[in-house]
């Protein structure tokens, strides 16, 4: 998802009492939100009665805002399904881009809450997260970041408290299952606070704005400024705050972005066959990229290093293929930035047909220039030549275009 401009703004958030919708909305009118024209644009929802109160809040020597839902007396329409959020979002005068960001933050809210549940996305029944205020602050909270007309998010570890909750599926311990689900592959730490100190709206607004809006945290950034959110509830040790930063990272080029996960691991007792099948399996379900190099390992015995690059939420899919294919007791695992070149396809005609041609391109040059292997396979197959001899005819078609 991207927006028609790119700013080169990032937001970072650092918790220190955790992460909910009032309190990552309440850090980004901190940034500077005007709750009142945020209030008109959440108008064209048409959910209900409801004001955005923002006040000044100090705890611990610190001052911060703290930002209230105030629902009118006729709204009592608490409950809803995931299709009727979707269709008041969709329905609204609201941006595309807001529109996009805040339905996928609601689905992937869905699935966690189906997967806990062992039922469908569809038919989960919204009950905390259906009420009026919960709404406000998922699509207030994608608003805002257009407003600030942020890029990227970057998203540090969360705390997270011990004890129960109580919700309408009854007691639950905390942290609450559907957090849990959200907060996977996401670094946490462990507090001594009996309390629910990120919900599965804060969980399900920072994990997708980092996925969707991946950070450019590769190259260096100025600090333009920062605001404080406070929660409502009161914790024991620390104070109820979430640090909103706004950033401007220094001049970007053409070049994509992103974090990845690399998983490797030793092989020596595996034969090279299941090495080669595993190898076509880890791609086939989405693997960026998997390679081995030979290695020498303990008491001089040959080995494979089996290194596997691949998206984040693809983490526990590929860990289970390795182990389930291979004999590895053990897999490392890292994170990584990549740097892509922006790359298009376009189309070559040689002597024995059409090669699609994968186009790299840096700082508005065309610098890489690929044929397509399979059609390069397919086209030598069809004519009884060598794949070389396609290949290099497709290079040369290249520089005639």
Same mark, same amino acid.
């Given at each position: 998802?991207?927006?028609?401009?790119?700013?080169?703004?990032?937001?970072?958030?650092?918790?220190?009492?955790?992460?909910?919708?009032?309190?990552?909305?309440?850090?980004?009118?901190?940034?500077?939100?005007?709750?009142?024209?945020?209030?008109?644009?959440?108008?064209?929802?048409?959910?209900?009665?409801?004001?955005?109160?923002?006040?000044?809040?100090?705890?611990?020597?610190?001052?911060?805002?703290?930002?209230?839902?105030?629902?009118?007396?006729?709204?009592?329409?608490?409950?809803?399904?995931?299709?009727?959020?979707?269709?008041?979002?969709?329905?609204?005068?609201?941006?595309?881009?807001?529109?996009?960001?805040?339905?996928?933050?609601?689905?992937?809210?869905?699935?966690?809450?189906?997967?806990?549940?062992?039922?469908?996305?569809?038919?989960?029944?919204?009950?905390?997260?259906?009420?009026?205020?919960?709404?406000?602050?998922?699509?207030?909270?994608?608003?805002?970041?257009?407003?600030?007309?942020?890029?990227?998010?970057?998203?540090?570890?969360?705390?997270?408290?011990?004890?129960?909750?109580?919700?309408?599926?009854?007691?639950?311990?905390?942290?609450?299952?559907?957090?849990?689900?959200?907060?996977?592959?996401?670094?946490?730490?462990?507090?001594?606070?009996?309390?629910?100190?990120?919900?599965?709206?804060?969980?399900?607004?920072?994990?997708?704005?980092?996925?969707?809006?991946?950070?450019?945290?590769?190259?260096?950034?100025?600090?333009?400024?920062?605001?404080?959110?406070?929660?409502?509830?009161?914790?024991?040790? $620390? &104070?109820? @705050? +979430?640090?909103?930063? =706004?950033? #401007?990272?220094?001049?970007? /080029?053409?070049?994509?972005?992103?974090?990845?996960?690399?998983?490797?691991?030793?092989?020596?007792?595996?034969?090279?066959?299941?090495?080669?099948?595993?190898?076509?399996?880890?791609?086939?379900?989405?693997?960026?990229?998997?390679?081995?190099?030979?290695?020498?390992?303990?008491?001089? $015995? &040959?080995? @494979? +290093?089996?290194?596997? =690059?691949? #998206?984040?939420?693809?983490? /526990?899919?590929?860990?289970?293929?390795?182990?389930?294919?291979?004999?590895?007791?053990?897999?490392?695992?890292?994170?990584?930035?990549?740097?892509?070149?922006?790359?298009?396809?376009?189309?070559?005609?040689?002597?024995?047909?059409?090669?699609?041609?994968?186009?790299?391109?840096?700082?508005?040059?065309?610098?890489?220039?690929?044929?397509?292997?399979?059609?390069?396979?397919?086209?030598?197959?069809?004519?009884?030549?060598?794949?070389?001899?396609?290949?290099?005819?497709?290079?040369?078609?290249?520089?005639?275009?």
């Amino acid at each position: 998802m991207k927006k028609n401009n790119t700013t080169g703004l990032v937001v970072r958030f650092d918790s220190v009492g955790g992460a909910s919708g009032d309190l990552i909305l309440s850090s980004l009118c901190a940034l500077g939100i005007n709750p009142s024209e945020l209030s008109k644009k959440l108008g064209s929802l048409h959910a209900g009665n409801f004001k955005l109160q923002v006040k000044t809040n100090t705890d611990h020597g610190f001052a911060g805002k703290q930002l209230t839902v105030k629902i009118g007396h006729s709204h009592h329409h608490h409950h809803r399904h995931l299709e009727d959020i979707l269709s008041m979002i969709k329905k609204s005068k609201l941006s595309p881009w807001v529109k996009d960001l805040s339905t996928k933050v609601f689905y992937r809210l869905a699935v966690a809450e189906a997967k806990v549940h062992s039922t469908t996305p569809n038919k989960i029944h919204f009950h905390e997260v259906g009420a009026l205020d919960s709404i406000v602050d998922i699509v207030g909270s994608c608003a805002a970041l257009e407003m600030l007309g942020v890029d990227s998010v970057i998203a540090g570890p969360l705390p997270l408290g011990h004890g129960t909750v109580e919700c309408a599926h009854g007691i639950l311990p905390l942290p609450a299952p559907a957090v849990v689900e959200l907060l996977k592959n996401h670094p946490v730490v462990q507090i001594d606070e009996p309390f629910e100190t990120v919900t599965p709206t804060g969980a399900a607004l920072l994990t997708t704005w980092k996925e969707i809006l991946p950070s450019h945290s590769s190259g260096s950034q100025t600090i333009l400024r920062t605001g404080l959110g406070y929660g409502h509830h009161k914790f024991n040790n $620390r &104070p109820n @705050t +979430l640090r909103a930063t =706004l950033l #401007k990272s220094a001049g970007t /080029d053409e070049a994509h972005h992103d974090e990845c996960l690399v998983l490797e691991c030793n092989l020596d007792d595996i034969i090279p066959e299941i090495i080669g099948s595993l190898t076509q399996k880890l791609m086939d379900h989405g693997a960026l990229d998997v390679f081995t190099l030979p290695i020498q390992m303990k008491k001089q $015995r &040959p080995g @494979t +290093l089996l290194t596997v =690059l691949c #998206k984040v939420p693809d983490r /526990d899919r590929m860990i289970e293929m390795i182990f389930t294919e291979t004999t590895t007791f053990g897999i490392r695992e890292h994170l990584v930035q990549r740097t892509i070149l922006e790359r298009r396809y376009t189309e070559v005609k040689t002597p024995y047909g059409k090669i699609r041609i994968k186009v790299g391109t840096w700082k508005g040059r065309d610098i890489t220039f690929s044929p397509e292997h399979s059609d390069c396979v397919k086209c030598a197959e069809k004519h009884g030549v060598a794949v070389k001899t396609v290949y290099e005819k497709a290079i040369k078609a290249i520089g005639r275009k």
